[in-house]
């Protein structure tokens, strides 16, 4: 069997049972799991698959796609669990923090409940909520409510983070593809999250792997911009190389 054809007898496979594993296609294709991974790595590449630890998984849904923050907290539970402790190590008394919106960084919000000399500026208006009533100083940014997100967006959003600066931003995304970058289906949410890259020293990427091999309508930032991803292990290969190469340090929970 020729390399291509192979590959596309995988993503035949891939849509008849939703999802693959390196040592099932080994077997099956009576080949070394050294050539499957290679497959999967170029399918992924291609944006035909998402690379998943040990597999993989159908390309990811929509550019437009926009699900409530409900729906997310349902998602990957344990992972953002872990990249939300890192992040909290990574944050000193006395720093100024932003936290855009996503469930990501709601969960690192709880993880920074008990310092003591810590401002977080925000535009989501749950994490705000959380942090209520502790000793970290919260500044939240004003604007429209996003009912999908429970975000503030639009110009005296905007206006408010320019007036401003952080130490340390932690960005959550929906999208994250290495060539390309950053991205989130909302136009006005990308903005505001661009004026954060602007104002902050140092930005985060504060993502679990199923983020990654997928863009969304709207660009925040190529990831030239970034200076750190916090992700967990079900990262591909591939992308943990190309974002290494880019500059970028990565840290896997």
């Given at each position: 069997m020729l390399n291509e054809e192979r590959r596309r007898a995988?993503?035949?496979?891939?849509?008849?049972?939703?999802?693959?594993?390196?040592?099932?296609?080994?077997?099956?294709?009576?080949?070394?799991?050294?050539?499957?991974?290679?497959?999967?790595e170029i399918l992924h590449s291609r944006g035909l698959v998402h690379r998943?630890?040990?597999?993989?998984?159908?390309?990811?849904?929509?550019?437009?796609?926009?699900?409530?923050?409900r729906e997310k907290e349902k998602l990957h539970r344990q992972e953002k669990m872990r990249i939300a402790e890192n992040a909290a190590t990574k944050v000193k008394e006395g720093q100024v923090v932003i936290l855009d919106s996503g469930t990501t960084t709601t969960t690192i919000a709880r993880a920074l409940r008990n310092f003591k000399n810590l401002t977080i500026i925000t535009n989501a208006v749950n994490i705000a909520a959380e942090l209520?009533?502790?000793?970290?100083?919260?500044?939240?940014?004003?604007g429209t409510v996003r009912k999908n997100s429970f975000s503030l967006v639009?110009?005296?959003?905007?206006?408010?983070?320019?007036?401003?600066?952080?130490d340390l931003l932690f960005?959550?995304?929906?999208?994250?593809?290495?060539?390309?970058?950053l991205s989130t289906p909302n136009l006005h949410e990308a903005k505001v999250n661009r004026?954060?890259?602007?104002?902050?020293?140092?930005?985060?990427?504060?993502?679990?792997?199923?983020?990654?091999?997928?863009?969304?309508?709207?660009?925040?930032?190529?990831?030239?911009?970034?200076h750190e991803v916090i992700t967990d292990r079900g990262l591909s290969k591939t992308d943990l190389r190309a974002l290494k190469q880019a500059g970028v340090e990565v840290t896997l929970v």
């Open positions: 995988i993503l035949d496979l891939l849509t008849n049972q939703g999802r693959v594993l390196v040592t099932e296609l080994s077997r099956h294709f009576e080949t070394s799991q050294v050539t499957i991974r290679k497959d999967l998943t630890h040990g597999g993989a998984l159908p390309a990811r849904e929509g550019a437009l796609e926009d699900p409530t923050l209520a009533g502790t000793a970290v100083e919260v500044i939240l940014t004003g639009g110009p005296i959003a905007e206006e408010t983070l320019h007036r401003l600066t952080a960005l959550g995304v929906d999208g994250f593809d290495v060539h390309y970058g004026v954060m890259v602007e104002i902050s020293k140092k930005i985060v990427a504060v993502c679990d792997s199923s983020k990654f091999g997928r863009r969304s309508l709207s660009l925040i930032s190529p990831v030239s911009m970034l």
